[in-house]
């Protein structure tokens, strides 16, 4: 079955580095999406890719199964779920991981 | 533009009613979806289309049926709703943001329906 797999929680510490850790068992999937959503939102897309990248503080790394998602100078209003999710090819049909909520320590 | 627009925001049924959910995007994306998002289950795909015409199912269809109106506009009818279908629900559309003149090739989503049955 084709499915993603991530943390249900992780935790960290204003002003830290927090990483999210996400892989897959899809087949032929080779493009990682990580989405951030606040409750009673509109889940927004992060980053992207089929290779390491950058948007602001969100930095994704890459390989062919797995990616982890890094949030640099992590702040009290980054507390939310964020979601990995994989496609093969031009990214039609998403297959998304059930989530990892972030807590921030103060 | 508005992006994916859903209503309504907030339904309460009784078990047995049924409703449709409304979702529409204004940014000419060919591809639309909806969604179902329950507590450690994540996102989970109920159909799809592709393109206007055409209906797909997704992992969790039973239950449900949609109508892809026309490119702009996707709806999801609960015939006979059920406690298990208490959940929000998201509609999504897939292409570049703002009617493709920015943006990046990806699943843009709306704010989501909260569905409780009782």
């Known amino acids: 079955k084709d499915q993603v797999f991530q943390p249900s929680t992780v935790a960290s510490s204003e002003g830290a580095v927090v990483e999210i850790f996400c892989n897959h068992s899809?087949?032929?999937?080779?493009?990682f999406f990580w989405y951030l959503h606040f409750p009673g939102c509109a889940p927004r897309l992060l980053v992207k890719g089929s290779k390491p990248s950058q948007q602001g503080r969100y930095n994704m790394t890459y390989e062919r199964f797995s990616s982890s998602l890094l949030i640099l100078q992590v702040r009290e209003a980054d507390a939310a779920v964020y979601y990995c999710?994989?496609?093969?090819?031009?990214?039609?049909?998403?297959?998304f991981g059930t989530g990892t909520q972030l807590k921030v320590e103060l | 533009n508005a992006g994916v627009t859903q209503t309504p925001k907030f339904q309460v049924l009784k078990t047995g009613q049924s409703m449709t959910l409304q979702c529409a995007q204004d940014m000419n994306h060919n591809s639309m979806y909806w969604y179902r998002q329950d507590p450690g289950m994540g996102l989970r795909l109920i159909y799809y289309s592709a393109s206007e015409g055409t209906t797909d199912k997704g992992e969790v269809p039973n239950g449900y049926n949609v109508s892809r109106l026309n490119k702009r506009e996707f709806s999801l009818r609960l015939e006979s709703a059920a406690p298990s279908q208490t959940s929000v629900y998201f509609c999504?559309?897939?292409?570049?943001?703002?009617?493709?003149?920015?943006?990046?090739?990806?699943?843009?989503f709306g704010p989501g329906t909260r569905l409780t049955v009782l």
């Open positions: 899809v087949s032929n999937a080779y493009n």
């Open positions: 999710a994989c496609t093969p090819g031009g990214g039609n049909k998403l297959t």
């Open positions: 999504a559309s897939r292409g570049y943001g703002l009617a493709g003149r920015e943006g990046t090739d990806t699943q843009y």
